[in-house]
């Protein structure tokens, strides 16, 4: 019996890790060094959404275990974005700049790649339960709190793991930028900019998926 073939989008997924693993292979080898391993870790974490994302679009109704899913996808969604924001991590080697910077624009993207596809995924499992009006504010949050959840973890100097066992810590973080925001605009400078962005290539992403799917068809 044939195996089942993967689908392109996981085909093409399966061919930037290992394209963005292999850039970073060539790098440890040649430096003898570790550094920049994480970004492996982070990658991994990248693909999470987009598993449950698939499991979610099984979901018949809008019931108990789909808000489980959208929960549990919700907080590993800022993952995929939080990539983008791991050239805040590189720093000066003997080894070309031009190629670290190459290096961490594949894993970005490559970690982008499934954010934008969940969130579309979402999206869509949305739109069979709710009404557009309520699906588009319900995607535009969920952009919000990923983007400010990146902004506390990297920003703010808080570590990912003080989210679950610094609780404390995180709402008097939160409540200052909420009770305080004229003393905190940075942060908020530094969430609208990542809501836009964010925003920008999913539309972006959109049009380009949909415009495959017509030349497809």
């Not at 999470?48 to 019931?63: A, M, W």
């Not at 549990?72 to 670290?100: A, K, R, S, V």
């Not at 969920?142 to 003080?162: A, E, G, M, Q």
């Amino acid at each position: 019996m044939r195996a089942a073939k993967l689908p392109y989008f996981e085909r093409v997924l399966l061919f930037a890790f290992f394209f963005s693993f292999g850039i970073l292979f060539y790098r440890c080898l040649f430096t003898l060094s570790l550094n920049y391993t994480f970004f492996l870790w982070n990658l991994l974490i990248a693909f999470v959404p987009y598993i449950i994302s698939k499991r979610l679009s099984t979901c018949k109704t809008l019931n108990a275990k789909a808000l489980f899913l959208l929960t549990l996808w919700l907080l590993f969604f800022p993952g995929c974005i939080y990539l983008f924001t791991d050239m805040l991590q590189m720093h000066e080697t003997n080894f070309p700049i031009i190629y670290d910077v190459c290096m961490f624009l594949s894993f970005a993207a490559t970690g982008m790649l499934p954010g934008l596809m969940s969130l579309k995924k979402v999206e869509t499992f949305l739109s069979h339960h709710i009404s557009g009006l309520f699906v588009k504010l319900s995607i535009l949050l969920s952009i919000f709190l990923s983007s400010y959840n990146i902004v506390l973890v990297r920003f703010l100097h808080l570590k990912s793991w003080n989210i679950v066992a610094d609780c404390k810590r995180m709402l008097h973080a939160s409540e200052k930028d909420i009770l305080f925001p004229e003393s905190n605009m940075h942060t908020w400078i530094s969430i609208f900019i990542l809501v836009l962005l964010i925003d920008l290539v999913y539309a972006g992403f959109k049009q380009l998926n949909r415009f495959e799917r017509v030349r497809i068809i």
